[in-house]
């Protein structure tokens, strides 16, 4: 059993973040550099009648002011095949006058510094012929439709007759839930620098994806992906906004090639509202039927998101009560509602943090309704096998997780009826929910190399958003090598580099933990063969599976008095690196077992009785989610993903004027986050576990499934404080006092 993966390990990277050396997409100093910024539309509908640039373009150090009428014409993509999906949403790269969302770009302005590009355009003048826009989305539900299918979300499914279930069912509920549109605010805004050298692109990029970056901006542009290096060593802050490819990456370079300099575009807060994507707003309907004894007849989920007339993004909702829970018969659909707005995009745990919100609400009620504890509810509907697919699962312990959770939290305390329990005017509430979320795999590369001194250098073109990839490869290297961790280097964030998936869906340690690990094997394996065939080696000549790895000095088993240093071994056989390369892929596993992780959230809220105001003193949460690489780090992503629930629960919300389609909330006062006086104890408990399906680590990623439960348990508990029932995010005080 090895003693590094697992262990609480330092970031490697912490002290060149702590003292400011670890340089971000923004901060890459380039000879020459000039300044851009965005022009954004100010109608939510529309054409550009005229565009005036001319005082603007005669400003001190303006270069280029770049509009749909000198942009250069870029080649129409190919669309997709058949069974091909787009990765990216259609992008406003100035190639026509048409207007769909209000702070749409429609302007490029590069000057040789930021105050000059800044101040000219202000000084760009737009005249638009505005057009009626659909900003109201009761009116766009009525006209919603179905979105396009996609691998694993089906725009309807069903199992069974699930309104003949619901009608003979003992205990029937039917509640509606809403989720607001949310806003990523990463503390770094997105951010390109885009070089030209001859007909080779640099981008250094805020992004989650350098390769997904590097595909799209080819694409784009219609030069070969060989023709572009992305480059993002660190992320500030990611969450999914960072993982599709946005409009003013491509808009950058189109602006460097056209200034014949290097080009850096950041984005302004601001500007982080419309143009990079956002959570979707959501309307759930959910009907419940149960047998007196708990059982679940019928589940009905039906869900309407917002989406752009730009492109289409479905919130899939759906995903968890498809899979969470056994019952008799099942139905669910998705639809669209399009509004002209920006296009929606992935955020942390999509569909799964607005779906289980409202499914574990809805089984709160139903748990109410049946006058049965909210956690027998769970168990006596406890899936065995995934009931939408009726496969085992690789590994399940959700059982254990709520036995735990409860202990812990103490839910035997909880006196079930509504506004029972109370600390003087101050009502307490005590709420659990189920936490889920996929395991994902996708297909990853590495390359380890062993250096003459003694050192290791192991690399993929993966990212670190924060969230420690840094530091678990350099553990799944440094065991799978048999050397110090303090001797092996990790590096990342380069399509120079072995390509990576992006980092979302939770499967960066599932993806290129399997790829470092399965390189540094074979560098090890090769570093062995050498001493074998080497007659002045202390292991020359003896059995390959007598000879082990270890500290970095090459042992046999037998005899651990006979071993040398690798270094030594190498020096002695020219000097040159053992290097090796990989390639991991996920095979049918998922033809064979549902892989998914579980965990359970109990949160104790307390409500002013007088003016609503809720406060959390404290959550805890137990997960399954495989193996964990780094108890420290995964401690805190899961932290991390609480956090946000709590947001989600009670303060986040993109507030929009909606006569005009444009946040007013759009800055980091007023987009109201949690800070530390927001948050009480978090208590996490991981289980052990080593899913053997989901790759030869054992482990799944860990980004997302944090928040999902922690709005839906927070909710409950405010109905179990108060007995008010709010079923429309984020619980503010008015509607607890209304």
Same mark, same amino acid.
């Given at each position: 059993?090895?003693?590094?993966?697992?262990?609480?390990?330092?970031?490697?990277?912490?002290?060149?973040?702590?003292?400011?050396?670890?340089?971000?997409?923004a901060?890459?100093?380039?000879?020459?550099?000039?300044y851009?910024?965005?022009?954004?539309?100010?109608?939510?509908?529309?054409?550009?009648?005229?565009?005036?640039?001319?005082?603007?373009?005669?400003?001190?150090?303006?270069?280029?002011?770049?509009?749909?009428?000198?942009?250069?014409?870029?080649?129409?993509?190919?669309?997709?095949?058949?069974?091909?999906?787009?990765?990216?949403?259609k992008?406003?790269?100035?190639q026509?006058?048409?207007?769909?969302?209000?702070?749409?770009?429609?302007?490029?302005?590069?000057?040789?510094?930021l105050?000059?590009?800044?101040?000219?355009?202000?000084?760009?003048?737009?005249?638009?012929?505005?057009?009626?826009?659909?900003?109201?989305?009761?009116?766009?539900?009525?006209?919603?439709?179905?979105?396009?299918?996609?691998?694993?979300?089906?725009?309807?499914?069903? @199992?069974?007759? +699930?309104?003949?279930e619901?009608?003979?069912? $003992? /205990?029937?509920? !039917? *509640? &509606?839930?809403? %989720?607001?549109?949310?806003?990523?605010?990463?503390?770094?805004?997105?951010?390109?620098?885009?070089?030209?050298?001859?007909?080779?692109?640099?981008?250094?990029?805020?992004?989650?994806?350098?390769?997904?970056?590097?595909?799209?901006?080819?694409?784009?542009?219609?030069?070969?992906?060989?023709?572009?290096?992305?480059?993002?060593?660190?992320?500030?802050?990611?969450?999914?906004?960072?993982?599709?490819?946005?409009?003013?990456?491509?808009?950058?370079?189109?602006?460097?090639?056209?200034?014949?300099?290097p080009v850096k575009?950041?984005?302004?807060?601001?500007?982080?509202?419309g143009?990079?994507?956002?959570?979707?707003?959501?309307?759930?309907?959910? @009907?419940?039927? +149960?047998?007196?004894?708990?059982?679940?007849? $019928? /589940?009905?989920? !039906? *869900? &309407?998101?917002? %989406?752009?007339?730009?492109?289409?993004?479905?919130?899939?909702?759906?995903?968890?009560?498809?899979?969470?829970?056994?019952?008799?018969?099942?139905?669910?659909?998705?639809?669209?509602?399009?509004?002209?707005?920006?296009?929606?995009?992935?955020?942390?745990?999509?569909?799964?943090?607005?779906?289980?919100?409202?499914?574990?609400?809805?089984?709160?009620?139903?748990?109410?309704?049946?006058?049965?504890?909210?956690?027998?509810?769970?168990?006596?509907?406890?899936?065995?096998?995934?009931?939408?697919?009726?496969?085992?699962?690789?590994?399940?312990?959700?059982?254990?997780?709520?036995?735990?959770?409860?202990?812990?939290?103490?839910?035997?305390?909880?006196?079930?009826?509504?506004?029972?329990?109370?600390?003087?005017?101050?009502?307490?509430?005590?709420?659990?929910?189920?936490?889920?979320?996929?395991?994902?795999?996708?297909?990853?590369?590495?390359?380890?190399?062993?250096?003459p001194?003694?050192?290791?250098?192991?690399?993929?073109?993966?990212?670190?958003?924060?969230?420690?990839?840094?530091?678990?490869?350099?553990?799944?290297?440094?065991?799978?090598?048999?050397?110090?961790?303090?001797?092996?280097?990790?590096?990342?964030?380069?399509?120079?580099m072995?390509?990576?998936?992006?980092?979302?869906?939770?499967?960066?340690?599932?993806?290129?933990?399997?790829?470092?690990?399965?390189?540094?094997?074979?560098?090890?394996?090769?570093?062995?063969?050498?001493?074998?065939?080497?007659?002045?080696?202390?292991?020359?000549g003896?059995?390959?599976?007598?000879v082990?790895?270890?500290?970095?000095?090459?042992?046999?088993?037998?005899?651990?008095?006979?071993?040398?240093?690798?270094?030594?071994?190498?020096?002695?056989?020219?000097?040159?690196?053992?290097?090796?390369?990989?390639?991991?892929?996920?095979?049918?596993?998922?033809?064979?077992?549902?892989?998914?992780?579980?965990g359970?959230?109990f949160?104790?809220?307390?409500?002013?009785?007088?003016?609503?105001?809720?406060?959390?003193?404290?959550?805890?949460?137990?997960?399954?989610?495989?193996?964990?690489?780094?108890?420290?780090?995964?401690?805190?992503?899961?932290?991390?993903?609480?956090?946000?629930?709590?947001?989600?629960?009670?303060?986040?919300k993109?507030?929009?004027?909606?006569?005009?389609?444009?946040?007013?909330?759009?800055?980091?006062?007023?987009?109201?986050?949690?800070?530390?006086?927001?948050?009480?104890?978090?208590?996490?408990?991981?289980?052990?576990g080593?899913?053997?399906?989901?790759?030869?680590?054992?482990?799944?990623?860990?980004?997302?499934?944090?928040?999902?439960?922690?709005?839906?348990?927070?909710?409950?508990?405010?109905?179990?404080?108060?007995?008010?029932?709010?079923?429309?995010?984020?619980?503010?005080?008015?509607?607890?006092?209304?």
């Open positions: 059993m090895t003693t590094i993966i697992g262990q609480p390990l330092h970031r490697t990277d912490g002290v060149a973040k702590v003292t400011g050396t670890a340089r971000f997409s901060e890459h100093p380039l000879a020459r550099m000039a851009a910024v965005l022009v954004q539309s100010t109608v939510a509908k529309g054409k550009i009648t005229a565009i005036d640039t001319a005082r603007a373009g005669a400003m001190r150090g303006v270069l280029l002011v770049m509009t749909h009428k000198n942009a250069p014409r870029l080649p129409t993509p190919k669309p997709p095949g058949k069974d091909e999906q787009p990765p990216n949403p992008l406003s790269l100035l026509s006058d048409e207007v769909l969302y209000n702070g749409q770009p429609i302007a490029v302005v590069v000057a040789d510094t105050e000059h590009a800044q101040d000219a355009a202000r000084h760009v003048l737009v005249r638009y012929a505005a057009q009626p826009a659909a900003l109201d989305f009761q009116s766009a539900k009525r006209q919603s439709r179905a979105p396009k299918p996609q691998p694993d979300r089906p725009s309807e499914t069903a @199992r069974g007759n +699930a309104e003949s619901l009608a003979r069912s $003992a /205990v029937r509920i !039917d *509640t &509606v839930y809403m %989720t607001p549109m949310e806003n990523h605010n990463p503390m770094e805004p997105h951010a390109t620098i885009a070089a030209w050298a001859g007909g080779q692109l640099t981008l250094h990029d805020a992004t989650q994806n350098v390769s997904g970056v590097r595909k799209a901006v080819a694409k784009n542009l219609g030069i070969a992906p060989e023709q572009v290096r992305v480059i993002c060593p660190f992320v500030g802050g990611g969450f999914g906004c960072k993982g599709s490819t946005w409009s003013h990456v491509v808009l950058a370079a189109m602006a460097a090639r056209q200034a014949g300099r575009l950041v984005l302004e807060r601001t500007q982080m509202y143009p990079v994507g956002a959570r979707p707003m959501t309307e759930q309907r959910l @009907r419940l039927g +149960a047998q007196p004894d708990g059982g679940l007849q $019928a /589940v009905m989920h !039906d *869900t &309407v998101s917002h %989406t752009s007339f730009l492109d289409d993004f479905t919130e899939p909702c759906t995903s968890p009560t498809r899979m969470l829970y056994a019952s008799a018969a099942l139905r669910t659909t998705q639809r669209l509602a399009t509004l002209n707005l920006g296009v929606p995009t992935y955020m942390r745990a999509p569909g799964e943090a607005s779906g289980s919100f409202a499914l574990e609400c809805a089984m709160d009620e139903m748990a109410y309704a049946l006058k049965m504890d909210p956690v027998a509810l769970r168990l006596r509907n406890y899936a065995e096998r995934d009931p939408e697919k009726d496969v085992p699962w690789s590994l399940k312990a959700l059982r254990e997780c709520y036995r735990v959770g409860a202990e812990r939290f103490g839910w035997a305390r909880r006196d079930p009826q509504p506004g029972s329990m109370r600390q003087g005017r101050t009502l307490v509430g005590y709420g659990m929910a189920t936490a889920t979320y996929p395991a994902n795999r996708l297909p990853a590369k590495a390359s380890a190399m062993i250096r001194d003694g050192t290791a250098l192991v690399r993929s073109g993966s990212h670190d958003l924060g969230t420690g990839t840094y530091t678990v490869m350099t553990q799944v290297a440094a065991d799978a090598l048999g050397w110090p961790v303090d001797k092996v280097t990790f590096e990342l964030g380069d399509t120079a072995p390509q990576a998936p992006v980092s979302g869906g939770s499967m960066t340690v599932a993806s290129v933990g399997p790829a470092v690990q399965a390189a540094a094997r074979a560098a090890r394996d090769k570093l062995i063969a050498l001493a074998l065939g080497d007659a002045m080696s202390p292991v020359h003896v059995p390959a599976d007598d082990l790895v270890e500290n970095g000095w090459l042992v046999r088993k037998s005899q651990p008095g006979r071993r040398e240093p690798a270094a030594a071994l190498i020096a002695r056989n020219g000097g040159a690196p053992v290097m090796a390369d990989s390639e991991s892929k996920p095979g049918d596993e998922k033809k064979q077992v549902s892989l998914h992780s579980f359970a959230v949160a104790e809220v307390h409500v002013d009785a007088d003016l609503g105001i809720v406060r959390v003193p404290r959550i805890v949460a137990v997960y399954d989610v495989g193996r964990l690489i780094n108890r420290k780090t995964g401690h805190s992503q899961l932290m991390g993903g609480i956090v946000w629930g709590v947001g989600m629960a009670l303060t986040e993109t507030e929009m004027d909606w006569r005009v389609g444009r946040a007013v909330n759009a800055n980091l006062a007023d987009y109201h986050v949690p800070v530390n006086v927001d948050i009480g104890a978090i208590d996490v408990t991981v289980l052990d080593h899913d053997p399906y989901i790759n030869a680590l054992g482990a799944r990623g860990i980004g997302e499934i944090g928040i999902t439960g922690v709005a839906a348990a927070i909710a409950n508990g405010v109905y179990h404080a108060t007995g008010k029932r709010i079923r429309d995010l984020p619980i503010t005080p008015d509607k607890l006092i209304a």
